[in-house]
């Protein structure tokens, strides 16, 4: 298995909802990533979790609160969210550990949210 | 100053050409570097890594890296236009997480169009 995987691939949620990102890899990867990309930019990071632990917050809002229950999944909880934050949200692994970085990451196929 | 910065284009290229994509980076300390192709409305894929001073050829595509200009580039060759999409240059820097975590910051894109 090669693949990081993504669900729901689309979202549409009311800004006084609660939903929540799935992402899920079984290649023994030890860092997994959260990016948010709007439309004709680059991915920005959000988050790494390295080991099961948050090792990088990159002054994300606190509406957006990750979550890593294991070392094969990773979850972003979403509350209160504004139209602003519609965006593709991808989520990446990567099999080094965090201080050696030669292979790049595999991306899932990313979750397309619509604030409303 | 942006710490990765590409040329937005669009590059357009005839089909059969050569299309020649260029990258510079801030992070003298950066040492790995990555091209990842993204197609409208996709996730990135990775397509070529490089760590080391000179070229790397995979197939059609050769990548290029000069550290002491802070120079990356990507050359493919034999354009086709299925090659058409946004090209991503990404570094990989250190993080600032206690555990030192590294991270990939992308280039804006460079949108590279073959025309038949």
């Known amino acids: 298995d090669t693949e990081v995987t993504q669900t729901p691939k689309h979202l549409v949620m009311g800004m006084t909802n609660k939903k929540s990102l799935k992402c899920e890899q079984h290649m023994g990867h030890r860092a997994m990533y959260w990016y948010k990309q709007k439309a004709k930019k680059p991915p920005e990071l959000m988050f790494v979790y390295s080991y099961e632990k948050l090792s990088i917050n990159e002054s994300v809002p606190s509406r957006f609160s990750p979550e890593c229950p294991n070392s094969s999944l990773l979850n972003l909880h979403l509350h209160a969210l504004q139209p602003e934050d519609s965006a593709l949200y991808l989520c990446?692994?990567?099999?080094?550990?965090?201080?050696?970085?030669?292979?790049?990451?595999?991306f899932g196929s990313g979750t397309r949210l619509t604030v409303v | 100053q942006k710490e990765v910065e590409q040329n937005s284009g669009p590059l357009s290229v005839p089909e059969g050409a050569i299309a020649s994509l260029n990258c510079t980076y801030s992070?003298?300390?950066?040492?790995?570097f990555f091209w990842y192709r993204q197609y409208s409305g996709k996730s990135p894929e990775l397509i070529m890594f490089i760590y080391s001073n000179g070229d790397k050829e995979d197939g059609r595509f050769t990548a290029q890296l000069n550290k002491a200009s802070q120079y990356v580039s990507l050359l493919i060759r034999d354009s086709q236009p299925s090659d058409s999409a946004t090209y991503l240059c990404a570094v990989a820097t250190q993080g600032g997480g206690k555990d030192r975590a590294s991270k990939i910051i992308f280039g804006s894109g460079t949108r590279l169009s073959i025309r038949p």
């Open positions: 990446a692994s990567s099999q080094e550990a965090p201080d050696k970085f030669l292979y790049g990451y595999t």
């Open positions: 992070d003298r300390g950066s040492q790995s």
